[in-house]
C-alpha cells in the first residue's frame, strides 16, 4: 500500500515556474515507477510525466516537453515535477501516481494522490 500526498500548487503568472512535491508513505516506494496527470475542468485527465523506479528513464507529453521535468529521490520518497515557462494552457489539478510498470495510462496506476491546483494568470 502506498499513500501519495502532493503540495506546491499555486497561483502564478505566465512565464513563472512551480515545483510539484509528492510524498510517498511506506517502505515500497522505490519499487514503484511514476507519474505525473492533470486534469483541467471539463477536460478529461491527461498524462504529463513519467520517471521509472530508478529515474533512469523519463518521459513526458508533447506539451510540456523542454519546460517541465521530473526527478525522483526514493531515499525521501519523493517525486518533484519542476514546471518552467508556465502558460494558462496549464491550468489545471495536478496528480501524482504510482504504478508497478511503466505506462503513460492513466488506468494502469494502482494509486493517486489527492491533487494540487496549479493556476497559471495571463
Known amino acids: 500500500q502506498v499513500q501519495l500526498v502532493e503540495s506546491g500548487g499555486g497561483l502564478v503568472q505566465a512565464g513563472g515556474s512551480l515545483r510539484l512535491s509528492c510524498v510517498a508513505s511506506g517502505r515500497t516506494f522505490s519499487r514503484y515507477n511514476m507519474g505525473w496527470f492533470r486534469q483541467a475542468p471539463g477536460k478529461e485527465r491527461a498524462f504529463v510525466a513519467a520517471?521509472?523506479?530508478?529515474?533512469?528513464?523519463?518521459d513526458y507529453a508533447d506539451s510540456v516537453k523542454g519546460r517541465f521535468t521530473i526527478s525522483r529521490d526514493n531515499a525521501k520518497n519523493a517525486v518533484y515535477l519542476r514546471m518552467n515557462s508556465l502558460k494558462p494552457e496549464d491550468t489545471a489539478v495536478y496528480y501524482c501516481?504510482?504504478?508497478?510498470?511503466?505506462?503513460?495510462?492513466?488506468?494502469?496506476?494502482?494509486?493517486w494522490g489527492q491533487g494540487t491546483q496549479v493556476t497559471v494568470s495571463s
Open positions: 520517471i521509472t523506479w530508478s529515474g533512469v528513464r523519463r
Open positions: 501516481a504510482a504504478s508497478e510498470g511503466y505506462t503513460y495510462r492513466s488506468d494502469s496506476y494502482d494509486y
